[in-house]
């Protein structure tokens, strides 16, 4: 039976505790039905659980007596049922109500006979102006975007240039629901979402338990969904074409990711009814619409759903999930996208542990960054980092406003900033949108939303996008207590978090284009350009506000002593690179040393505990040897003292013998002397014989 991932928000349509006493009539546990009958109906492991929750629900802790030993499934249900300790009647239901779900995830659509109606389109677009949830303000947006104040649209600095979609949006660090057209998916979650040349993918995902294989656009100038029409390749066999469409179409899947290259994107793992044995990777041709199944090599891994795969270089970087078992990984795979093999790889340190539902990133090509997740019945706010360089785990302690811990969450980079939105800690979805600043290590809230909104939901996606030089955030979907297939839009503001330290202030920016400028005048290389009226354009994604600005020399009299000035901030700025570059050698310098006098002070540490352990085990041999040497001694004491009794005896037998010896010499002696006597005529006792 196919499982889908853990809903740690309650699902909708039934509010607690009607939604538990409708899932435990479900599953058999009530006043007219045999509990032992309602646990044969599941796998043993299963059925115990559901019993304990059960009865810790409707009953609360277990305060009967311990059964007979020899009733086995007795035993294992008041094991069961007292392990749960003091755990919340709520939770237990909770628990309950997702265990059901993942043994049978169409349960509550068979207990209303009918599959939940989806969101209507007709009643989200036939309002005119969306509103913003914010922790402190509502923003109302016109129909095109544009922020409304008093009624009046609020004056921007391009009034007189027309602008659409995203573009449209002029409220920044404020997450927006704009209005759409066209047909809109189908509310999911654990879906996956990818951007290529201003159009957002959406495919797959799970609705009400069932999965998902459809791809869904939208474009992000028009604001306009439209399906997919999907094909598979073709093969030039006609006999195998049939068997070769089945296997590259993509099954109806969740928790899988999506990973944009060029102008395909990879699908990769997931969970799905019929799942693999091992990892998939299917491809889908944007310009062709059509999936074909990628042929990889090398150990892969076993399927599973809800990991993190991160794209570094020409590699792919996966790491846990859950498996078709609902066992949680830990393990760490890595993808080579130019020959397709797998390997695993065995990193030291401490790994994170076992989890599904987290996010990971990557900083600099180098570090992998892994944040958050769950187990069956916790969520993580831990943060770990991974240097791909050296395959070593570890586990810094970040600064700022510590985000909660949380599941399902998605989270995007942008420059050195680490956006993670929504999740939930297994009682409610997470409002606060927060940022980690991966090179100093300092977590901050960019905003937040209040309500119940899809942006505080599990299982939602985010993309980033560029609109005239900005960073845009573009999330759908979600799960709250209610599936959801709206589009929410936030505009960030990076100002100078975003630039090298280099480049922090305006001047250091116009010292370092100047320079490029004098060497290239009228080249545009890298988006610097130098026209004829002196007018030097920087790129947007390098300003301090990161859009597109103008430095115009206005007076061609200074530019001799403009030049000077700049040249001389850019070699204070070089200087003060360098500095930072020479601590830095020093400090890695520095960090290898002290690496090397651990490892030796470990080494000399193996040394010490082997001889240790060597003259501990000699220690135990000398023990025994003696140990049986004073067995010899006792025994031969004992010998000693049975030899002495035996020698006593010995000289008394030899004394009575001597006696008895004696004895008879004397009395042949008088036996001899009677005859002689007798012959004589005489006698024995002297008188005479008489006859």
Not at 290 to 303: F, H, N, Q, R, T
Not at 464 to 492: C, D, P, Q, W
Not at 551 to 566: A, F, H, Q, R
Request: proline share 5%; glycine share 8%; charged share 20%.
């Amino acid at each position: 039976m196919s499982r889908p991932q853990v809903n740690r928000v309650p699902a909708g349509g039934l509010s607690y505790p009607a939604r538990f006493l409708a899932a435990a009539a479900y599953a058999g546990f009530g006043s007219l039905t045999s509990p032992d009958a309602a646990v044969s109906q599941y796998s043993h492991e299963t059925g115990v659980i559901l019993y304990a929750l059960y009865q810790q629900a409707s009953v609360g802790p277990c305060n009967v007596p311990q059964p007979r030993r020899w009733h086995k499934l007795e035993q294992d249900k008041w094991n069961s049922w007292k392990s749960l300790g003091n755990m919340a009647s709520v939770e237990a239901m909770r628990l309950f109500v997702k265990i059901l779900e993942e043994e049978d995830p169409a349960w509550l659509s068979k207990v209303q006979n009918q599959v939940s109606e989806e969101p209507s389109n007709t009643a989200v677009e036939s309002n005119s102006q969306e509103v913003i949830s914010s922790p402190s303000e509502s923003i109302p947006l016109s129909s095109n975007g544009s922020a409304l104040e008093n009624g009046n649209l609020v004056d921007t600095e391009d009034k007189d240039v027309l602008v659409e979609g995203i573009a449209a949006i002029s409220v920044y660090n404020h997450w927006v629901c704009p209005q759409i057209s066209g047909r809109r998916p189908s509310a999911r979650y654990q879906h996956a979402a990818a951007v290529i040349q201003d159009k957002m993918y959406i495919v797959g995902g799970n609705h009400n338990g069932r999965y998902l294989n459809d791809v869904q656009v939208f474009d992000l100038n028009s604001l306009t969904w439209s399906k997919v029409e999907q094909k598979s390749s073709s093969l030039s066999s006609p006999q195998s074409a049939e068997v070769f469409s089945a296997q590259s179409m993509l099954p109806p899947c969740a928790g899988h990711s999506l990973i944009q290259r060029g102008s395909e994107l990879l699908a990769v793992a997931g969970h799905s009814k019929d799942p693999f044995e091992t990892v998939v990777v299917r491809s889908f041709d944007t310009m062709t619409c059509c999936w074909s199944l990628v042929e990889s090599y090398g150990k892969s891994p076993i399927a599973r759903g809800g990991q993190s795969i991160t794209l570094v270089g020409s590699s792919l970087v996966m790491f846990g999930g859950e498996d078709s078992r609902r066992h949680l990984l830990n393990d760490l795979n890595i993808l080579d996208l130019e020959t397709m093999t797998w390997e695993t790889i065995e990193a030291v340190g401490t790994p994170p542990s076992p989890r599904s539902d987290h996010t990971a990133t990557v900083q600099g090509g180098r570090y992998l960054l892994i944040f958050g997740g769950g187990s069956h019945s916790t969520c993580f706010n831990d943060l770990h980092v991974l240097d791909l360089e050296s395959m070593e785990w570890s586990q810094p302690e970040p600064q700022g406003i510590l985000p909660a811990p949380r599941a399902g969450h998605a989270g995007v980079m942008i420059g050195d900033n680490w956006y993670i939105i929504g999740g939930g800690d297994n009682k409610s979805g997470i409002c606060e949108t927060m940022v980690l600043n991966t090179s100093t290590l300092v977590w901050s809230v960019a905003t937040g939303v209040q309500g119940r909104t899809s942006i505080a939901s599990e299982g939602l996606s985010v993309v980033s996008a560029t609109s005239n030089g900005e960073e845009i955030l573009i999330t759908f979907g979600g799960y709250n207590g209610r599936y959801s297939n709206e589009v929410h839009i936030m505009k960030t503001n990076q100002k100078a978090k975003l630039q090298p330290r280099i480049l922090e202030s305006p001047a250091a920016a116009a010292a370092a284009f100047a320079s490029q400028a004098s060497l290239h005048p009228r080249s545009s290389a890298n988006g610097v350009s130098v026209n004829g009226d002196s007018e030097l354009h920087v790129p947007g994604d390098i300003t301090q506000e990161n859009r597109v600005k103008e430095i115009v020399i206005d007076n061609p009299k200074s530019e001799t002593s403009g030049y000077g000035e700049v040249n001389d901030q850019l070699a204070a700025a070089l200087k003060s690179n360098q500095d930072l570059e020479a601590s830095s050698l020093a400090a890695q310098s520095e960090n290898a040393r002290l690496k090397h006098e651990l490892a030796s002070a470990q080494s000399k540490n193996s040394e010490l505990s082997k001889e240790l352990h060597s003259v501990r085990t000699q220690l135990v041999a000398e023990q025994s040897r003696c140990f049986r040497l004073e067995v010899e001694v006792a025994e031969l004491r004992q010998k000693l003292q049975s030899m002495e009794l035996v020698q006593k005896e010995l000289e008394l037998l030899r004394r009575q013998q001597a006696a008895s010896d004696a004895a008879a010499a004397t009395v042949t002696q008088k036996q001899g002397s009677g005859m002689w006597s007798w012959l004589a005529g005489t006698p024995p006792d002297g008188k005479s014989f008489q006859a």
